[in-house]
């Protein structure tokens, strides 16, 4: 089964997110239920991969201002029917960042288990209908001295000092984002 990856990954974070185990179950019950779940044709939604980026001293976050929402949100994006999502994850940060150098944040027990689990709605979009974004998001660290390059799918990248966090978006999901990664790098 080529969700088998993913379904590995939900698992590890309902370990290393107990709390959150019902959140998990949700997208484990959606995977199941979609087996296109990876696909943009996925009509219900689609699953699709985010990295909460900090610099290597953990003092600022990588954020795009996203071209299409208008909104300063972590970097990431369709998995376009990847199996192996943390790779989509790294293949969306190096696209959206120019960036090729980063670390990835692995669980207590040392899983590669994601950092955070979000639903959200994407509204419609031409002939494209309003969809749920799965989304699946990894905490990476950029190595140091990488210049940025914007992409075509953002207006502006700009490394926010956490502490400015808030004048830059009001998300809940981005915040929370920045509590957990404090959490687990404390």
Partial sequence: ????????????????????????????????????????????GHVTAS????????????????????????LGGHVDGAADVLAA?????QEESGMSRFTLWQS????????DLDVHEIPARGCEPAHLHWDVRFLLVA???QPLVVSAESHDLAWVPIRELEQYTTEESVLRMHRKSREVMA
Avoid: N
């Fill in 1 to 44: 089964m080529h969700r088998r990856p993913l379904r590995r990954l939900l698992e590890s974070y309902a370990e290393a997110w107990p709390a959150e185990r019902e959140l998990a179950g949700r997208f484990v019950a959606f995977v199941d239920e979609h087996p296109d779940c990876l696909e943009r044709s996925c009509v219900p």
């Fill in 51 to 74: 990295a909460w980026i900090l610099d290597a001293d953990h003092q600022r976050a990588l954020l795009t201002h996203h071209r299409k929402l208008g909104k300063w949100l972590q």
């Fill in 89 to 93: 994850c790294l293949r969306e940060a």
């Fill in 108 to 115: 207590r027990a040392g899983a590669r288990a994601p950092l």
């Fill in 143 to 145: 190595g140091r001295d």
